[in-house]
Structures are given as C-alpha cells and as structure tokens.
C-alpha cells in the first residue's frame, strides 16, 4: 500500500509538469471507484490499514530480500502441488513439510531446506511455466499434473530424453532423428500422442526434393488439432532436407500444400513461385540443430493484385497503410507460448554474459514481466470476496478506453512529459492513490489474462503515473516488441530508461525481485536495440544521494 507521503510527494511533483490530461479524469472514477473492483478496494484497504495498527511491523524486516525469496519459494511450491500455505515469507512447519515433499519427490536428501540449487531450480521452474507452451499445457493433462515438469526439466537439463518417448535412436520407425524430435515437439502441444499423429492421413509426406537420391520429409501440422502451429489463415510447415550432416529443417507458414510445393537445394528448401500466391509463406523462429530460415517471398506478392473494377467505392483506400495496424492482430499469449519453447531449447533465458540477441533476450523478459503481473493481479483479485472474474473483467474492459489519449501518445511524447499528463490525470480523477494502485493491479492481470493490451497498457501506464517508475518497463517491452503500439526503438529506450533510473536508485522491482542482475541484463539489451554495441552491465553502486522511500504504515 502507498503512504500519504506518497501522496504529497506526487502532488509536489505535479506542480512542475506541464501539460494537461486529454481527458476528464471523472470518467476513469466514475466507471471503477462506484462499481465492484473500487468498493472491494476500499474495503480492503481499510482492513489492511486496522491491521497495520494493530500488528505494526517494522520495514526492514517484512520487505527484506530473504522474505521476498521464502514467499518466492512458497509461491513455487504451491504452485507444483507442494502446500507451503499461505505465501507470508515464513517459512514454519507447513513449509519446511512442503520443501521436504518437493525433494522427495526429485530425489534429493529429504532434509525440509533447500540448497541453492533446489531453490534456484524451483522458482526457475515456476516462472518458466508461468510462461506457458505446449509442454506446460501436456504436463498438466499427464498423470502427474503439472509437478510432471519438474521431471522434464531436470532431465532435460542433464541431457536426459523424458520418460515416455519411445523411439529409438534412429527415430520413429526408422525416421531420422531430426524428424522424430519435430513430431514429438508438434505431439506436446496436441491431444493425440507423436504415434497416433504419424497414423493421421495427411500428417507426413515423403519425397525426394533436393535430388540427391534420399527421402526428404514434410510435416504438415494443420492436421494435428492444435491451433498452437496455426494462424488465422495458415499453419506451420516444416520441411526437412538431407544433408551429409543429417536432416535440416524449413519452416513455413502455409496451407494447402504436398511436397510438390517445395523445392530444396541440399539443406535449404523453398516454396515454388506458383505455390506463394495461393498460400504466403513466412520465416519461422529458426530452432536448434541446424534449423535453417525457410526463404520468405516478398510479402506484397499476395496484396498488391489490384481491384479489377476502380469505380468500386473502396478501390484506392489502403485498408493496411495504418502502422498500428498489424500490433493489434498479434497475440502476446501466443507468443509467449512459443518464446517458451526455444527458451526451453537454448537451455534457459539469456543473460548479460550469453545475450545474442538482444530483442529475444527482451521477449524473454517481457513474457516473465507478464506473468509475474497476472500472478500477483489474479491474488489481489482472490480477495475480493464476492466479485466474479466476469465482473471483473467487465469492469477493466473501462480501464482502457478511459487513458487512451495517452496511449495513442506512447509512440509521439517523450516518457516524461506523458507521465506529467497521467499524473494530472491522476490528481483529477475521483480515486484514492490506493485505489488506483490496486484497480491498476487487477486490471493489469486481466488485461494480459485475455490478451486486451489496451487494458494492460493503460494499467502499466497508471502505475507509473502514481509513481510507481518500475512499471514502465512493460512500456518498454511494449514498444520494442510491438504489442498493441507499433514498434519504436527510440520510444522503448526511454521507457525502460526510466525503469531503471528507478531501480539504480533503490526503488523495489516488482517483477522478478530475485534476479538483481536482471536490470543489467535490459540495459544491455535495451541498448543493442539500435545497432550499437551492447553495454556491459555495471552493478549500481549504494549512495547515499538515492531517493526516499516511503513506509507503507
């Protein structure tokens, strides 16, 4: 919770902002602090405000780094089936019982404390299936739910194949090896298992298509009932070629298409001219083990055959001119699903010391931004007694459209100057800081719950405006990334610039507050966004000139 302080700090520094709010701050009141999400706030609030009275407990002691990392650890354990109670950052008798099932059940020394490398590898866990993805989404459906990953994972991590696989080293009846590893990779995201997809009709197709006397493979996804590999139009196609060094793979985004449709030169495959009109083939992610990026045709070869009557009343409007356009078909969920897998494939997220490419390394800590925002909103709406997720969503679906001045001003006004415009906005609206803080919270989880990124935005952009700075580094992510804004490099730099001119000067992170070196990692990132050299990390050093923080008492 703020503090008054708080307030009067805000309201000190609004005096000096110049600009004013689009729009009647009113509506922002009148659509949230009357209705289901504001009256529970309130309610809340007051609560909490008794109890801190009553039971006063000093700052050093309940925000410090060690009970952020126990209740880290009690969230983990609750969350793969090991009942640690209620994440308070104690851990007492039902956690130590918690941590000694956990390790059972991996086959460590069941002694009821973890080591760092249990810990380390639990809460990684957590927040790798907090992500999402086709192996998360058939460890849930398996026997042992989802604590199955735990399993997974540690094998993977050792190099090991997951129980359950059973083909040989050679492959599914004798395919190769790159070929069975797709199935399988194809299998984790669908109902039927890898052996009923090779049993579907249409599913693998043989041919020689680089002519060098051996069988070439082509897997058609669109056939194996998961709309994971699917577009709105298409589906993911892979193409593996044969190489003296074994099977390389081609990714496309097709429909409709045999084996006739592609032709390969050794390893590198592409989809035959008369083919891309009926069906635009795009680059995949390339994936490990000699993937190779599937050649894409020039995207105007689909759009650009012009309307064959010009006295048509739409004939010369551009209907895809607009460059906000295609952020607002992209799904963040989806992409986060597939970011996870070749997270999974590299062996984990980058770091500062293994970043190779800094818009994945971003993706990568967008996606956990966005989970850590979904589980803390989805507690605070546990909360609220009596409230259903339909009212709740209905209620946040205002959120949005009430700040939308400011988020069509995201990709024009400098970070500064549109946080003095949201702060106005803020002092003008009917709602207490509190309630704004905790409205923003919940409809910051519903936004990215269901994919509304106006939602999720307008959330992220009222948690900087009251002053909480280290939200904008989902502005950041949002701008480098796409979602829901177009795309500027410029805009994205200053927005995560002041995440961290934040954190560097001793405000608490709020996603991942585990990982110090995580703001390293995006200004690194950050920075190599432009094309320039990626600045290595340095640690921020204490000093005393950092700014206030403020009790929540």
Known sequence: MLSKSLKTALAASIVFTSGAGSVSADNLGAALVGGLIGGAIVNEVQRNNRNNRTTRRSTSSTYSAAR????????????????????????????????????????????????????????????????GGPQVIKAMQGNQGVRGLLHVWRDEAAGVRSAGLSYSGSG??????????????????????????????????????????????????????????????????????????????????????????FSCHQGVCRMNEDTQMASAAAPAAPAPGGTVMAAAPAPVAVATAPAPAPAQPLAGIQLFAAPAAPAATLSLASHCSKLSLLTGSNGGYMTAATMTDPEVALGEQFCLARSYAINTGEGMVAKLGGVTQAQVDSQCDAF???????????????????????????????MSIEQLANTAGICMFSGYRRDNMEVALGAALIMVGIGQRPYAELLGHHLSQGFGVAKSTAQAQDWYGLALTALEAGAEPVFAPGQPERSGLIKAASAGLSGGAMVKPVPAAASSSALPTFSSD
């Open 172 to 261: 599914y009846g004798g395919m190769p090896i790159e070929v069975s590893q797709a199935v399988d990779e194809i299998a984790a995201s669908a109902e039927p298992s890898a052996e009923q997809l090779l049993q579907r009709s249409g599913f693998m197709h043989l041919a020689d298509l680089n002519g060098d006397g051996k069988n070439d493979y082509m897997i058609d996804t669109s056939v194996s009932g998961s709309s994971f590999w699917c577009g709105a139009t298409h589906c993911s196609v892979m193409v593996f070629a044969s190489t003296p060094q074994g099977y390389q793979r081609n990714d496309f985004m097709a429909r409709g298409v045999t084996t006739a449709s």
């Open 68 to 131: 952020e990392q126990n209740r880290e650890t009690q969230t983990s354990l609750n969350y793969f089936g090991f009942p640690a109670g209620t994440p308070d950052g104690v851990m007492g008798r039902k956690s130590r019982t918690a941590v000694g099932q956990y390790q059972a059940f991996m086959g460590f020394p069941t002694t009821g404390k973890l080591s760092p490398y249990e810990r380390d590898f639990l809460v990684s866990s957590y927040s790798r299936a907090q992500i």
């Open 400 to 430: 949005g459209p009430a700040v939308q001045p400011f988020l069509a001003k995201l990709g024009t006004s400098s970070s500064q100057a549109l946080v003095g415009e949201v702060q106005k906005f803020v002092l003008q609206s009917n």
